[in-house]
């Protein structure tokens, strides 16, 4: 139990252009979902938590109008990258998480690498 | 603020010899602690997790962590590294208040055969 999917897992896009990653659980239902970034050799940096049905918390430094998130159900997660940039290159991660299961603990998604040319 | 020290970038280590990644973080209370594995490409995978309790902790694939409070550590073993143990290993640390995770800068482990 408890996988989480990631889709695309690649993809390649044109800068200026706008990309949607989507992210569900898929046998259990999420009420806080988590966006990351890595950049190669480096270590996860949160980019923002999601609850839903209702807005995200975005980290530091992190430009809510750029990364979209949209948590609209129990199950997927969507973070939209807009006007994409050569330096918004990275692998997105996303993790889930929700109450009744083990505490405080987080489902992993594969990740998905973008490559902004 | 919380954060997690990994003091080792990189370890190689023989396949059949003994492995231990360290861990050292900064945190008031004793926080929730997580080791997690990445191969490369890929997402992570949780390999064990101290939440309270017995202070020796198992994990998959062999894997085994002590929480060291005095020392506020916890560091991660294998008796015996295999060829397909060589990836990225993380510590992470959690407040315990269901929210977010802290990671290390990470432990890329290679095995030499």
């Known amino acids: 139990g408890a996988v989480v999917s990631q889709h695309p897992s690649r993809v390649i896009c044109k800068s200026g252009t706008s990309v949607k990653i989507e992210c569900r659980s898929l046998?259990?239902?999420?009420?806080?979902m988590f966006w990351y970034r890595q950049f190669p050799k480096q270590s996860l940096m949160l980019m923002a938590t999601?609850?839903?049905?209702?807005?995200?918390?975005?980290e530091q430094g992190v430009e809510k109008d750029k990364f979209l998130i949209n948590h609209a159900s129990l199950t997927l997660s969507t973070l939209t990258v807009t006007s994409a940039h050569p330096e918004d290159s990275s692998f997105y991660i996303c993790?889930?998480?929700?109450?009744?299961?083990?505490?405080?603990?987080?489902?992993f998604g594969p990740g998905t690498r973008l490559t902004v040319t | 603020a919380q954060s997690v020290t990994q003091p080792d970038i990189h370890i190689t280590v023989s396949e059949g010899a003994s492995l231990e990644l360290r861990c050292n973080y900064s945190?008031?209370?004793?926080?929730?602690l997580f080791w997690y594995v990445q191969s490369p490409g890929q997402g992570l995978q949780l390999l064990l997790k101290?939440?309270?309790?017995?202070?020796l902790v198992q994990g998959i694939k062999g894997f085994e962590a002590e929480f060291k409070r005095s020392q506020s550590s916890f560091n991660l073993r294998k008796p015996s590294v295999h060829w397909s143990d060589a990836a990225e290993y993380f510590c992470?640390?959690?407040?315990?208040?269901?929210?977010?995770?802290?990671f290390g800068t990470g432990t890329r482990l290679q095995v030499t055969l």
């Open positions: 945190y008031g209370a004793t926080p929730y």
């Open positions: 992470a640390v959690e407040p315990g208040t269901a929210s977010k995770l802290t």
């Open positions: 101290y939440f309270s309790g017995d202070t």
């Open positions: 999601s609850n839903e049905g209702s807005k995200a918390t975005y």
């Open positions: 993790s889930a998480s929700a109450p009744g299961r083990v505490s405080n603990e987080q489902y």
């Open positions: 046998d259990f239902q999420a009420t806080t």
